[in-house]
């Protein structure tokens, strides 16, 4: 069988076993190798398709590791003195409103030294 499939007596014993998930390329020769019909074939090949894609994300996760992500937002979480939120409201003419001299001042340092105009 493995010589009809062109791979190793090995590496076909450890995908015999579960002890290596085979390639797409692995299971398109099997399948080959044992005369199935292009109609089943194709579905095991969706199926191979999809544990490979499945296999590579999960072998990414463990890599990166989501707590990687987390403790980076946790350091900027920890050096961040003050959170302040956008009011969603974004006009011009709702921001010129808001932007009393005293809360630009407060704001904005340069905002002391030069007042704006008609001020």
Do not use: Y
């Not at 290596?20 to 579905?43: F, H, M, N, R, Y």
């Amino acid at each position: 069988m493995a010589r009809r499939s062109s791979m190793s007596a090995g590496k076909l014993s450890k995908i015999e076993n579960g002890r290596t998930l085979p390639t797409v390329q692995d299971v398109d020769l099997i399948l080959s190798a044992l005369g199935v019909s292009q109609a089943v074939k194709e579905q095991f090949l969706a199926t191979a398709r999809a544990e490979a894609t499945e296999a590579t994300a999960w072998r990414l996760l463990r890599r990166m590791g989501p707590w990687k992500h987390q403790n980076a937002i946790k350091a900027i979480e920890a050096n961040t003195a003050v959170l302040r939120r956008s009011r969603g409201n974004s006009s011009p003419d709702s921001f010129r409103l808001r932007s009393t001299p005293r809360r630009c001042s407060h704001c904005l340092p340069r905002c002391r030294t030069r007042p704006g105009p008609g001020r």
